[in-house]
């Protein structure tokens, strides 16, 4: 299984991407990933499209065309989603003709130090990639608040008991939903 991945921090430190870490530390053997880079892919402009996709845009919709699967997993900002997955998923769904994102599985994950742990984050998520077809698991999800006392500032995964058995439970779950789909 190829399982492109978007990750929605930018900076080093990010307790999502030690989310991360756990989740490709805890995924079936037989899976590949791609992390596609977001950070650089300019702001969506039609008028910049009209001239032909930024070359980070390319490398966007080829990572998701050719994967299995996309796991998405992102902090929350001021109760939404971060700018930089929402211009990730404006580009890759234009022209919709075109678009790599119908009937592509998706999983989404998310960490922060407050309680909630992304909720509102993934429901903004999932409501996008509905609108653009996607095939997005239900569940299990995975929201990890107060991530800070789940993980050490020095670790790089996040060794919290409980959230590793649900990691270990949502990795074979997302296999079975991308195999529904292949
Ligand atoms: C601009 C900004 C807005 C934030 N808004 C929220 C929020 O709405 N909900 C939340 O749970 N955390 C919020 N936080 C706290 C983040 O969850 C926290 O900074 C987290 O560590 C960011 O993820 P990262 O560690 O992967 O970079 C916000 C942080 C910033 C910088």
Not at 92 to 114: C, D, I, N, T
Not at 115 to 143: E, N, S
């Amino acid at each position: 299984m190829n399982v492109a991945i978007l990750c929605g921090s930018l900076r080093k430190q990010s307790y999502n991407r030690k989310l991360l870490n756990t989740i490709k530390h805890y995924a079936p053997t037989h899976w590949t990933f791609n992390e596609i880079p977001i950070g650089s892919i300019p702001f969506y402009n039609a008028d910049i499209e009209e001239n032909g996709d930024p070359k980070e845009v390319t490398t966007l919709k080829e990572a998701i065309k050719q994967a299995d699967g996309v796991l998405i997993v992102s902090p929350e900002y001021n109760n939404g989603m971060p700018a930089a997955i929402k211009n990730a998923l404006d580009w890759a769904a234009s022209p919709p003709a075109e678009s790599p994102l119908p009937k592509k599985p998706f999983a989404l994950a998310g960490a922060s130090p407050q309680g909630a742990g992304t909720v509102q984050a993934q429901t903004q998520i999932r409501q996008t990639l509905i609108a653009i077809d996607a095939h997005v698991m239900p569940g299990p999800k995975i929201l990890v608040g107060r991530v800070h006392t789940r993980v050490g500032e020095d670790e790089e995964m996040i060794t919290d008991e409980s959230t590793v058995k649900r990691i270990k439970n949502y990795v074979n779950v997302f296999d079975d939903w991308m195999k529904t789909f292949t």
